[in-house]
């Protein structure tokens, strides 16, 4: 499989309706309360949730990674920019589970020597998201991933299967400006197997 450095896939405007569809219908929890503590809970409790926050975009200053530990879905229906001020990556995926989000932005995530709060994992990788482990899923719709910082792996997205298992779904998003070394560069800012199923539609990944 091969990508430019920077790309831009036709719309595919009947699929992105059928997902955004399908996955609305299966959404059970609404919140209306967007904090960093009611996310925290949220992403550590798992579950299906509509995010409805009172304006259209809701910036979340986060002071540690929002750790996911079971399978979860959430879908924000106006912009929720998680912003790690510089000071921590934005989020943890454990090993093992399925995760959905759509309608978020991950902002100024950064992983170095010199974080305040790397959520437990030393390894200076995944800015904004770190997957590391086995068999797991992440699909992301509507979401900006923009000017986040590592020193080694993935500035974006760090997910390495080690069974090499797994797929990324990236639907509608974009994803740019993010800074630091990639392991198995085969899209920028994403640090990934080779061989791991990627699916990309209607999104931008550039450097």
């Not at 002071?63 to 929720?80: D, R």
């Not at 910082?149 to 993935?154: H, I, L, M, T």
């Not at 990639?182 to 800012?189: D, Q």
């Not at 994403?190 to 791991?196: L, Q, Y």
Request: charged share 15%.
């Amino acid at each position: 499989m091969y990508f430019s450095r920077r790309f831009l896939l036709l719309p595919l405007l009947c699929a992105s309706f059928f997902f955004r569809e399908h996955a609305s219908a299966q959404t059970t929890n609404v919140i209306d309360l967007c904090t960093e503590e009611r996310l925290l809970k949220l992403f550590a409790d798992g579950g299906i949730y509509r995010l409805e926050c009172e304006s259209s975009i809701v910036s979340i200053n986060l002071t540690k990674p929002l750790v996911i530990t079971t399978n979860i879905t959430i879908i924000a229906t106006n912009e929720v920019l998680l912003n790690g001020q510089n000071l921590t990556r934005l989020m943890i995926i454990q090993p093992g589970w399925t995760v959905t989000l759509e309608g978020f932005s991950f902002f100024s995530g950064r992983q170095t020597e010199t974080n305040k709060n790397n959520g437990g994992i030393d390894e200076t990788a995944g800015g904004a998201i770190y997957n590391d482990g086995n068999t797991m899923t992440l699909s992301i719709s509507g979401t900006l991933i923009e000017n986040n910082e590592v020193n080694s792996f993935g500035s974006a997205i760090f997910f390495v299967s080690n069974d090499h298992s797994g797929n990324i779904r990236i639907d509608e998003s974009v994803i740019r400006n993010n800074t630091g070394g990639s392991w198995y560069p085969v899209v920028p800012g994403i640090s990934m197997h080779d061989d791991t199923e990627l699916v990309v539609t209607n999104s931008t990944i550039e450097e």
